[in-house]
């Protein structure tokens, strides 16, 4: 496709053979991992320092803006991607507003939420542009749908402006959450009448490439953090565990989700947004792995003001809710029979409760996660009509 022309804009077939993600959609994919890296370490910082609640409060609200906004990306671009120089420019526009939305992130967790909103703002109003164009080159159904995403979208940024009017306290916190409602139903109401043209297998491979993509900066922090441990306090026999341990549970993780291909399961809009809208919880839990790992680093060293089993809980809740969630929205679909049904269920209560093994938690938890790939191996291997591969 040539990019030094402008096309109209037309939704793109469903059917289309052999399409994959472009280089525009995995530069965009690295650039929200900024976002994700300080959301990442806020969280980390504010768990270390004692005051948990706060810390995931302000975690799960900043990752929303972040996954929300790449996963309108994504999905528009699977209908509508001309790759055509104002498309380009229109993304690069978002980019600009992401690296904004995560200088914002440290204030943010502060209550300072003027930097996310700008930077929220300005991918939103890129992505509105894109609706209006997509709008100008449909008719009929399609135009209409196009026309009330842009619409939907202009409304919500006026809320999310309008609410840092709104004094800190109980009443800005419920207003924040009316308006991520009616962020999640703009979607819901503008498909009802035309469904986009977005791409089954497209779609499941830009979702895995963020996956990869999240549980690599959850590799890094916690290497980061190992690495600065053992600088400075020579820490490897209390270090080691948690190292090991972490690792074992981000191989487990990639194993589950890439175990079979979940494509042929996303037919229609009803099953592409329940499992679309439920990678919020994916993205943010396998994320919020690489922080707890990090935390319990600190503690290990007695640089967190928090107990063993509350720095141990950092890494084993967020793992076994991304257990729990990725055999609720996607391995449970390839599955047969109530053993292997169990598996994942079982293994997260399991990994849940690894918090109080004391310093072994991470280590116990990393083994239980490969145990239950291991289980999944076996129990595929006696009935391969599951055509499972975990």
Same mark, same amino acid.
């Given at each position: 496709?040539?990019?030094?022309?402008?096309?109209?804009?037309?939704?793109?077939?469903?059917?289309?053979?052999?399409?994959?993600?472009?280089?525009?959609?995995?530069?965009?994919?690295?650039?929200?991992?900024?976002?994700?890296?300080?959301?990442?370490?806020?969280?980390?910082?504010?768990?270390?320092?004692?005051?948990?609640?706060?810390?995931?409060?302000?975690?799960?609200?900043?990752?929303?803006?972040?996954?929300?906004?790449?996963?309108?990306?994504?999905?528009?671009?699977?209908?509508?991607?001309?790759?055509?120089?104002?498309?380009?420019?229109?993304?690069?526009?978002?980019?600009?507003?992401?690296?904004?939305?995560?200088?914002?992130?440290?204030?943010?967790?502060?209550?300072?939420?003027?930097?996310?909103?700008?930077?929220?703002?300005?991918?939103?109003?890129?992505?509105?542009?894109?609706?209006?164009?997509?709008?100008?080159?449909?008719?009929?159904?399609?135009?209409?749908?196009?026309?009330?995403? !842009? $619409?939907?979208? &202009?409304?919500?940024?006026?809320?999310?402006?309008?609410?840092? +009017?709104?004094?800190? =306290? *109980?009443?800005? #916190?419920?207003?924040?959450?009316?308006?991520?409602?009616?962020?999640?139903?703009?979607?819901?109401?503008?498909?009802?009448?035309?469904?986009?043209?977005?791409?089954?297998?497209?779609?499941?491979?830009?979702?895995?490439?963020?996956?990869?993509?999240?549980?690599?900066?959850?590799?890094?922090?916690?290497?980061?953090?190992?690495?600065?441990?053992?600088?400075?306090?020579?820490?490897?026999?209390?270090?080691?565990?948690?190292?090991?341990?972490?690792?074992?549970?981000?191989?487990?993780?990639?194993?589950?989700?890439?175990?079979?291909?979940?494509?042929?399961?996303?037919?229609?809009?009803?099953?592409?947004?329940?499992?679309?809208?439920?990678?919020?919880?994916?993205?943010?839990?396998?994320?919020?792995?690489? !922080? $707890?790992?990090? &935390?319990?680093?600190?503690?290990?060293?007695?640089?967190?003001? +928090?107990?063993?089993? =509350? *720095?141990?809980? #950092?890494?084993?809740?967020?793992?076994?809710?991304?257990?729990?969630?990725?055999?609720?929205?996607?391995?449970?679909?390839?599955?047969?029979?109530?053993?292997?049904?169990?598996?994942?269920?079982?293994?997260?209560?399991?990994?849940?409760?690894?918090?109080?093994?004391?310093?072994?938690?991470?280590?116990?938890?990393?083994?239980?996660?490969?145990?239950?790939?291991?289980?999944?191996?076996?129990?595929?291997?006696?009935?391969?009509?599951?055509?499972?591969?975990?």
């Amino acid at each position: 496709m040539n990019a030094s022309t402008t096309r109209r804009m037309t939704a793109r077939s469903r059917t289309e053979a052999h399409r994959v993600a472009t280089p525009l959609e995995l530069f965009f994919d690295l650039c929200f991992v900024v976002a994700v890296a300080q959301a990442g370490t806020r969280l980390v910082h504010s768990t270390a320092d004692g005051h948990p609640g706060h810390a995931v409060t302000g975690y799960l609200f900043v990752f929303f803006g972040i996954w929300w906004a790449w996963m309108n990306f994504s999905w528009f671009a699977s209908a509508y991607d001309t790759d055509d120089v104002p498309y380009r420019i229109a993304t690069l526009v978002q980019i600009a507003g992401v690296l904004i939305y995560a200088a914002g992130v440290p204030r943010a967790f502060d209550g300072d939420l003027a930097i996310v909103v700008l930077g929220y703002v300005v991918m939103r109003l890129a992505l509105t542009f894109q609706w209006l164009r997509a709008a100008y080159g449909e008719r009929g159904p399609a135009r209409r749908t196009a026309l009330t995403y !842009a $619409g939907g979208v &202009v409304v919500c940024q006026v809320c999310w402006a309008a609410l840092l +009017l709104v004094p800190a =306290g *109980a009443g800005r #916190a419920a207003g924040f959450l009316c308006v991520i409602v009616a962020e999640l139903l703009v979607p819901v109401i503008a498909e009802r009448g035309h469904r986009t043209a977005w791409h089954p297998h497209h779609i499941s491979e830009r979702y895995g490439l963020f996956t990869l993509i999240v549980l690599g900066e959850t590799v890094s922090a916690a290497t980061v953090a190992v690495q600065s441990a053992i600088d400075e306090h020579d820490a490897l026999g209390e270090l080691l565990p948690i190292a090991i341990g972490g690792l074992l549970i981000v191989f487990a993780a990639w194993w589950i989700y890439f175990a079979v291909p979940i494509h042929g399961h996303l037919r229609g809009n009803r099953q592409a947004f329940l499992w679309g809208y439920g990678h919020y919880v994916v993205f943010s839990s396998a994320a919020a792995i690489g !922080a $707890g790992i990090e &935390v319990a680093v600190e503690q290990a060293v007695g640089k967190a003001h +928090l107990t063993t089993t =509350g *720095a141990s809980f #950092a890494v084993t809740g967020p793992s076994a809710v991304f257990l729990f969630t990725l055999w609720l929205l996607h391995a449970r679909h390839s599955k047969r029979g109530a053993a292997q049904q169990s598996i994942l269920p079982v293994a997260a209560v399991l990994v849940a409760l690894c918090a109080f093994a004391g310093h072994a938690a991470v280590l116990l938890a990393g083994i239980i996660a490969a145990l239950a790939v291991a289980a999944g191996l076996t129990l595929a291997a006696r009935n391969p009509e599951s055509h499972e591969a975990e």
